[in-house]
Every structure is written in C-alpha cells, then in structure tokens.
C-alpha cells in the first residue's frame, strides 16, 4: 500500500484502466492531498477527533477513579461493564445510537412526555462526537484505571493533611502523578476516532464528514486506491508522530508508565 501511494493508475492501448496501477513514483497524491478541500475535512477532522477525546477524558477520569475507591469485591463487576460494549459488534452498537436519537427514537418519545421536541439529533457533528464518545470510552477508562490504581494513596493524605484542598491536591498531585495513563488514553482514543469512517457514515450522513471517509470512498466508490493510499499514509505519519511524543514524554518523566 505505501508503494501504491507513489502510484497512478495505469494507461493501456491510450485508456486509463480502472484496475492497474503503475508505479511510477510521483508524489502526486501526496500533493493532492493538501488540497484547500482534503485540509478542511482533515481539520475538521481533528477538532472533531480532539472534542471526542476530551470528553471522553472527562468523563472517564471520574469512572476509573471511582471503580479505583470502590470495594474490592465491586471492582471485577465494575470493570466488566466498562468492557461489556466490546462483546457486541461496532456495527449493532452504532445502529442502537441510531435507533436512539432518531426523530421517531428512543429520547424523543421520552422527551415528548415532558412536552419537548422533536429534535433533530442525527446527521450532524453531535451524533458523530456523542458516537465516538460511547464507542471508545473504554479506551480511555482502562489506562487511567491502571494508573491510578497503582497510586500510591499516602501522597494524597499526605497532600490533605499539609492543608492541601481536595482540588489543589487533585490538580497538583493526583493528575500530575497518572499523566502516564492520561498521555497512553488521549493516544488510544484520539488516534481511531480520527481514522474512524463507520460512526461519521451512519450518524453523521453527508452533514459530517471525516477524514477516514474519504479515504474509505476512495477505495470504493472512486476506485482511486493510490490517492487512498497516500490519505491513509498521511494518517499513519501523524499517528507515528504522537507515538514520538509520548515516548519522548516517558523518557522525560525517567520511564515511569503504564
């Protein structure tokens, strides 16, 4: 795939061939990609990618701290319900979202009884940020479990008892000590919702496109597999770039990770 990346499609008897492909080194896919029209779709893609990872972050931390506190006989059960969504297929768990927030859905009836909407939930940025949200959540919660449950408790009393508020000793002990499991989360979200095609074609229709989209048309619809290639390549090289940033982040707080 990454030689086809410097690849065009092949010309036969003066006919372009909607199957072969010539390798011929060039870099015009590459070029083509940076495209006023592929950057704005790769930017939206980001903000999207980076609001999804946020709020997964905010939700998440509070999860993986309490299943933490919680007592030791709770803590396999509530594990498990924070992986029981891999048991069932992306597919049936995006198509439950839809049955959910569609105009005839499950949240409109109930918001009907208190004399609410219909609203319009589907088939826009919202549904695809509320979708990836829900589907890599556990991504998220499960290095941040195993951070802070290899915390060492004593730091936080420690912090509380020097008069420390439970938000100074929060903000400047707790978080600064599972910033390994915060960095390894981000990585483990952002990076599939930004390459993520499924959740942005079911929930957000043509009213949200993504980046993985595109790529994913490429392959099909446009039977164009060399420009395919080099969007897909482009992806790899920026998630290359966040893993040297996070090892570069390990090597800085002297190895200590998840």
């Known amino acids: 795939m990454w030689f086809m990346s410097f690849g065009e499609k092949a010309v036969i ?3 372009i061939s909607i199957t072969e492909i010539d390798i011929t080194g060039t870099l015009a896919n590459y070029a083509r990609s940076f495209d006023p029209l592929y950057l704005t779709i790769m930017w939206k893609s980001i903000w999207i990618s980076a609001l999804a990872t946020a709020l997964c972050l905010a939700t998440a ?20 319900l924070i992986i029981l969504p891999f048991w069932i297929n992306l597919l049936i768990r995006t198509y439950a979202l839809i049955a959910v927030f569609r105009t005839q859905g499950y949240l409109n009836l109930s918001l009907g009884w208190i004399g609410l909407g219909p609203f319009d939930m589907l088939y826009n940025n919202g549904a695809v940020i509320f979708g990836l949200v829900y589907v890599y959540m556990p991504f998220m919660v499960l290095p941040l479990y195993a951070t802070i449950e290899r915390l060492d408790k004593s730091f936080l009393e420690a912090s509380l008892d020097l008069g420390a508020s439970q938000f100074t000793t929060f903000l400047k002990v707790t978080v600064p000590l599972t910033m390994p499991g915060i960095i390894s989360g981000i990585l483990l979200v952002f ?13 957000g229709g043509a009213n949200a496109i993504m980046i993985g ?25 920026a998630t290359f770039g966040a893993l040297a940033l ?9 190895g200590v990770d998840i």
């Open 13 to 15: 008897d003066g006919e």
């Open 61 to 80: 931390y509070p999860i993986a701290f309490g299943i933490c506190f919680a007592p030791a006989k709770w803590k396999p059960y509530l594990l498990l």
């Open 213 to 237: 989209n595109v790529i994913e048309r490429q392959f099909k619809a446009a039977n164009d597999w060399p420009f395919g290639s080099a969007l897909s390549f482009l992806l790899m090289y």
């Open 191 to 203: 990076i599939p919702c930004l390459g993520s095609f499924l959740t942005p074609d079911l929930l």
């Open 246 to 254: 996070r090892s570069l982040f390990a090597r800085r707080s002297k």
